[in-house]
């Protein structure tokens, strides 16, 4: 159901020099499927992340937060599926400590530099016995070129795998950025995806990859959303390996601004390939708003478009029933707006002007761009020079049905 | 597939003296149903409305705030369904004026002295000649005892028309209030109704009438939800036509806080059916917030819970998957939520505490209130001692179906 995504070729994935990739079947929910990856990284790596703003974040989350403040020596990321260890309280944390404390030891190093990552359901503690038996055979496994059996681990309703890699010759030394990232409910923004890896060979200064990892989850994660629901969970992670040769300490370093974009690009492309995977879509939309007063506005605005089950579900139809997007525009919170400066077009069809129907707009206009499995809404606000574009899916019969099936 | 709600015995519904309702089928956007209702009101009934917050307001309601602001004397509602007059700029407020101009010449008022209302489609034009056409029908159907009929007239989405209506003596005199009310999608806070009326037969002070009709709404159309859309159109009225035997002119007069009482009661029983007959609706679920720091944040809570469409398709699957609770609680917006000091019950079962499930929670517990087609979620946050309530329903297929096809 997937739009227009398909697995990555594991040849189209760039390995990373100081990044090896090791994935176990360990049974933590179900039977013969990969669901523990181990990620391990050369000394002298620098790790940074951004995690989910929810209160009730999970006990992982808490974990990576401590680990990341302490020495920044990161070393391990261990992350699992079928179980997100949140709501799980104290006994959860200690899980995860535990976690790490096995990982540790089978690794010989400290337990505070590796990084636990959980996804699944939430309320439900670990089943400790079986990921910690599950950890020799994913060590075993550490390889380079790994990464689309890593893409495979991290899946929970995902039905394929996301991975996007690049590289390039950046300053004269060859540099490569592949990451791999899981949806596909639970997404929305502040940090949207629930577990995101980005890694590149190239060193990169601690601060300045903390920088960049936020710069990126911005224009990536934190732009797209299936249903509105933030996670407990999302956690999106920068390595910089340091194992190539490109240099990086400040942002006017030669090959810094072309590395930061690949990064961005690399997070783009997974951010968008967890909307085309989102529960049940069947439409990738791209919601633009222009002509804003201020980003938060046009932030507004546009989620508002992209969260109305209505205008969903009429995207699922296919039917431009384009006042739900009026309406959508109307109650997104901005208290003086003139709904007669607005315009909105679908696609290159100019659906609405001056508070109505542009006098040109045909149903059949509507219609057409409507069939398309690739839809853009734009909407002009007519208050600025403010700009923002988020991604979304539609709502169709299967996101109800994987919701309301996923534990069965 | 409405819970637990069932057509009003027209019996049921008492006359309240001064109103007279009368409908026609005027073949507005469906053949052979009541699609045009009007409303008489006798000389001297008090109006008072609330109207959507929406910026995209329908033309119907500027003309209604329009005319409430002029001399008061309003007698008589004009409402029709099939189109909302909405998204349809200036010549949609032409149409509006226009049929209060046909209702008020035959009628022999001032065409100020008309409400007009409209549900149903965004972004199309009234068909005015069928409209007018339909006048005389609804005219001469006038009557007190049309309570029944004038409730089925104003339905779009929804299954069963939604009436309540309440009789006592206060203060001596027999006095009466009776409403109707229409959902069924595109339901949430800042009136949640798409349309509701509500008359008594007390006189009561315009300023008095004003303060209650914006009191009612936020005891019961502002605290339901069904899709987390705040309509172009929701509208709620208040008629106190002042031919009975009460008269109200302040708060302290014998009888007003009864009377106050009985109306809001007319209200939460209409916002109620409107969540019982929300699109695809199978539960009737109210989401309790207590121990919040301020009314803000209990009702923030309240709508992040009301409003996941992930929470809301466990309830559909009746899947105690609880997590999605305690997810939605997190990314509510208050920053400095303590997940520790949180409680969780679910009916009468203890679901979550400290951060976690509680000790005594087994999963057959939370599958049993699961299973009923009423359900309480309670949350105490332990902040501070503000409360609120709101209802919403389930998320179902149907819903889907009903929006994917609605125009078709």
């Known amino acids: 159901m997937a739009v227009n995504l398909f697995s990555p070729e594991p040849a189209s994935l760039h390995p990373v020099a100081g990044v090896e990739l ?6 933590i929910r179900k039977l013969n499927r990969r669901d523990l990856l181990v990620i391990r990284l050369a000394e002298g790596a620098n790790v940074a992340g951004v995690f989910t703003r929810n209160r009730f974040c999970a006990a992982p989350v808490h974990v990576c937060r401590d680990h990341l403040q302490g020495s920044g020596a ?15 309280g104290q006994p959860g944390l200690a899980d995860a400590l535990a976690s790490c ?14 990084l636990p990552f959980s996804t699944g359901v939430i309320l439900e503690r670990l089943p400790m016995p079986r990921l910690i038996a599950g950890l020799p055979q994913a060590i075993a496994d550490l390889a380079l070129d790994h990464w689309a059996d890593a893409a495979e681990a991290i899946m929970t309703t995902d039905t394929i795998p996301k991975a996007a890699s690049r590289r390039a010759t950046l300053a004269g030394a060859e540099v490569t950025v592949t990451g791999i990232a899981k949806g596909a409910g639970m997404i929305r923004p502040n940090m949207a995806t629930m577990l995101g890896f980005v890694a590149t060979d190239a060193a990169v200064d601690q601060q300045l ?3 960049w990892v936020r710069e990126a989850a911005d224009a990536s994660f934190n732009r797209i959303t299936v249903d509105g629901d933030t996670s407990t969970n999302d956690s999106f992670v920068l390595v910089a390996s340091g194992a190539g040769k490109l240099k990086i300490s400040a942002d006017t370093d030669p090959g810094a601004a072309e590395l930061k974009l690949m990064i961005q690009e690399v997070a783009v492309t997974l951010a968008q390939a967890i909307v085309r995977d989102g529960e049940g879509a069947t439409k990738f939309i791209e919601v ?5 007063a201020s980003a938060d506005e046009a932030s ?5 478009i992209a969260h109305s089950p209505l205008v969903k579900t009429a995207f699922f139809a296919s039917d431009p029933n384009l006042g739900r997007i009026l309406c959508a525009i109307g109650y997104a919170g901005i208290d003086d ?8 077009y679908l696609g290159d069809v100019h659906v609405a002007t001056a508070g109505g129907r542009h006098p040109t707009y045909r149903e059949e206009d509507g219609q057409r761009v409507m069939q398309q499995s690739e839809i853009q809404v734009r909407v002009m606000l007519g208050r600025g020079a403010r700009a923002t574009t988020v991604w979304t899916c539609d709502f169709s019969h299967d996101y109800v049905s994987i919701n309301a099936d996923y534990r069965s």
Not at 74 to 88: E, H
């Open 288 to 292: 633009r708003v222009e002509g804003a």
């Open 101 to 114: 404390d096995a990982l540790a030891a089978q690794l010989g190093i400290d337990s505070r530099q590796v």
């Open 337 to 344: 707006l003139d709904p007669d400066k607005i315009d909105l």
């Open 74 to 88: 990161v070393r391990a990321l261990l992350i699992n599926t079928g179980c997100a260890n949140a709501g799980t």
């Open 300 to 304: 507004a605005v546009a989620y508002a």
């Open 209 to 211: 990859l903390q920088r």
């Open 22 to 27: 090791g994935s176990a079947r360990a049974q």
